[in-house]
Nanobody
Framework: QVELVESGGGLVQAGGSLRLSCAASGRTFDSYAMGWFRQAPGKEREFVAAISWSGGRTLYADSVKGRFTISRDYAQNTVYLQMNSLKPEDTAVYYC????????????????WGQGTQVTVSS
């Protein structure tokens, strides 16, 4: 069992930055691939970024590539999403997820989910 708790969301102006954190419980954090997804009002949940269990492989949605960076800290059992050059269309609830398999864009392959953190980007 893995419990995930996101933090770091908030209100920011367009062009600004935020760093989301996802703290994972359990002693097997380093065996899980981790992902970030988001869901805007009235829209389906979409993939944002993922990182392999080793940290050696990362995936990004085209819409965030070059602006967002996913990373993980094994000592802190935490995965981060650094978001720069934020746009109003990045406004959404951001969810962290853990997957016992490979880093993937497919949400149905993730086994555990956090409760989400709201990110609002004003124009």
């Amino acid at each position: 069992q893995v419990e995930l708790v996101e933090s770091g969301g908030g209100l920011v102006q367009a062009g600004g930055s935020l760093r989301l954190s996802c703290a994972a419980s359990g002693r097997t954090f380093d065996s899980y691939a981790m992902g970030w997804f988001r869901q805007a009002p009235g829209k389906e949940r979409e993939f944002v970024a993922a990182i392999s269990w080793s940290g050696g492989r990362t995936l990004y949605a085209d819409s965030v590539k070059g602006r967002f960076t996913i990373s993980r800290d094994y000592a802190q059992n935490t995965v981060y999403l650094q978001m720069n050059s934020l746009k109003p269309e990045d406004t959404a609830v951001y969810y962290c997820a853990a997957n016992q398999g490979i880093a993937t864009r497919r949400d149905y392959e993730y086994d555990y989910w956090g409760q989400g953190t709201q990110v609002t980007v004003s124009s």
